[in-house]
């Protein structure tokens, strides 16, 4: 079974600057995707960014860009020029095409500080 | 384009009484998934659909939790009888393509619950 691990809980950045959340995942499989979520307190989960793992090309949306490394099992979300709006929790979640459902990790609640 | 639509958005209920959220995925879009977020963890997936058929539905406490996805279209998720720790976020969730992950996954604004 494959698993997706977020060791921040929370963290805090300044506005307008630069944070980055770790994620880890383990699986045996080739073919998967990677995703980044934000929840903000109203609770509906936004796709903020995707990866797919057979592309070695780091995956960009604007202020949001991704560290993968498929070696290491690791999958890092950079936030440049933070905004207040950036404040939620945000998830990293694994999907595989076996399965063909999402694995969520437990979470990185982010706070952006005026 | 509308979303995926959930109600209710919130419900109280005492413990041992019966529940039923109910999802109305976009149009279209052939896999539909329920989800089970507790406060503080992130979501756990609960059954998942493909058109009416069930996909998955290995996480679901199949003695209290039920759900049904006539003509694939619409979902309902029912609870009987819930426990205090069925208080969660119930997300549903749906996609394009059957067993694609390079479709998104779009999901509602979910149904909160709370066993008293």
């Known amino acids: 079974a494959q698993t997706v691990t977020q060791s921040q809980p929370e963290m805090s950045v300044q506005e307008a600057e630069t944070v980055t959340l770790s994620c880890t995942y383990d699986?045996?499989?080739?073919?998967?995707?990677l995703f980044w979520y934000k929840q903000p307190p109203s609770r509906q989960m936004i796709l903020v960014i995707r990866?797919?793992?057979?592309?070695?090309q780091n995956a960009t949306e604007n202020r949001f860009s991704v560290n993968f490394q498929k070696a290491a099992k690791s999958f890092s979300l950079k936030i440049s020029d933070s905004q207040l709006g950036d404040t939620a929790m945000y998830f990293c979640a694994f999907y595989d095409t076996g399965r063909r459902a999402l694995t969520f990790g437990s979470g990185t609640r982010l706070q952006v500080q005026p | 384009e509308a979303g995926v639509a959930q109600s209710p958005r919130y419900k109280i209920i005492e413990k041992r009484q019966s529940v039923a959220f109910w999802c109305n995925p976009i149009?279209?879009?052939?896999?539909l998934y329920w989800y089970q977020q507790i406060l503080g963890q992130g979501p756990k997936l609960l059954i998942q659909?493909?058109?009416?058929?069930?996909?998955?539905d290995s996480q679901l406490p199949k003695d209290r939790f039920s759900a049904e996805r006539l003509k694939g279209v619409d979902s309902t998720l029912k609870i009987q009888p819930a426990k205090l720790e069925d208080s969660a976020v119930y997300l549903c969730?749906?996609?394009?393509?059957?067993?694609?992950?390079?479709?998104?996954?779009?999901f509602g604004e979910g149904s909160w619950l709370t066993v008293v």
């Open positions: 659909f493909q058109n009416n058929g069930v996909v998955d």
């Open positions: 969730a749906s996609s394009l393509m059957v067993g694609s992950g390079g479709n998104t996954i779009y």
């Open positions: 149009s279209g879009h052939a896999t």
């Open positions: 699986t045996s499989e080739n073919n998967y995707y």
């Open positions: 990866q797919e793992a057979y592309k070695q």
